[in-house]
């Protein structure tokens, strides 16, 4: 069983900077590929990025190549997400979740745990 806990979120202004971080509790986190998923107001989950186990694969959804950068440190069960010149249109709740397969790695179905989310809005 993992538990997953998201930070680092809040308000920033358009242009700028932040860094989300997954923190995981669990034996296993360095045995799973990982994503990152955000959900604005009204819309589906969509997926951000995934980051494989050993950190040498990486995906990103095209919206946010370019400015979004996974990372992970398997010694300290966190991941993270520098998100730069952020957008307002990247405003949403944004979920870290271990990937368990059998779907494609940029579909929620392809995930089992969740954390609770942290809030990211980006000012005109």
């Known amino acids: 069983q993992v538990q997953l806990v998201e930070s680092g979120g809040g308000l920033v202004q358009a242009g700028g900077s932040l860094r989300l971080s997954c923190a995981a509790s669990?034996?296993?986190?360095?045995?799973?590929?990982m994503g990152w998923f955000r959900q604005a107001p009204g819309k589906e989950r969509e997926f951000v990025g995934a980051?494989?186990?050993?950190?040498?694969?990486?995906f990103y959804a095209d919206s946010v190549k370019g400015r979004f950068t996974i990372s992970r440190d398997n010694a300290k069960n966190t991941m993270y997400l520098q998100m730069n010149n952020l957008k307002p249109e990247d405003t949403a709740v944004y979920y870290c979740a271990t990937r368990t397969g059998g779907s494609s790695v940029r579909v929620p179905g392809g995930y089992d745990h969740w954390g609770q989310g942290t809030q990211v809005t980006v000012s005109s």
């Open positions: 980051i494989s186990w050993s950190s040498s694969i990486t």
């Open positions: 669990g034996r296993s986190f360095s045995t799973y590929t």
